[in-house]
């Protein structure tokens, strides 16, 4: 992947464990061998987590996603009798207005997830076809 690997979330989960078999596909591993010069202290998965059944909890393979921002192209289309509705429903789901305006502007991106549970809003007042968010792009999976 030709991404920049220092841009994991601030409180980001590292691994330090050089014996996990898994370590060189696991994104809290490639974190912390692409820790930030200025972190002097976060949260670190303990040597515990490899003897544990079924291995590791904390593995997470490092994928790219899709992600997506901006609502403009969603409402597009949508009746003036929806448009509050709607607008108020996917607000919620997201937890407030700033949140919803960052995403709208691209600050935050939206998981596939939450992408499927804002199109599911739509056609749940009939919307359906072509429906898609402003904007897309292919991030890591933090």
């Not at 994991?8 to 060189?24: A, G, I, M, Q, V």
């Not at 994104?27 to 590791?56: N, T, Y």
């Not at 995403?103 to 991106?109: E, F, N, Q, R």
């Amino acid at each position: 992947m030709k991404t920049d690997l220092s841009n994991y979330p601030k409180s980001y989960l590292l691994c330090f464990l050089d014996k996990c078999e898994k370590k060189e596909q696991c994104a809290h591993f490639i974190a912390q061998q692409h820790s930030r010069d200025e972190q002097l202290m976060g949260k670190a998965v303990c040597h515990a987590a490899l003897s544990q059944q079924g291995g590791c909890p904390f593995y997470h393979p490092l994928t790219e996603i899709r992600a997506a921002w901006g609502f403009k192209r969603l409402f597009k289309n949508v009746l003036s009798r929806h448009d509050s509705s709607i607008r108020a429903a996917v607000k919620d789901y997201l937890g407030s207005n700033g949140t919803y305006y960052r995403y709208m502007h691209g600050v935050m991106l939206l998981t596939p997830e939450q992408q499927k549970h804002i199109l599911e809003i739509f056609h749940d007042y009939g919307y359906s076809g072509e429906l898609k968010f402003d904007g897309y792009k292919d991030v890591l999976n933090w």
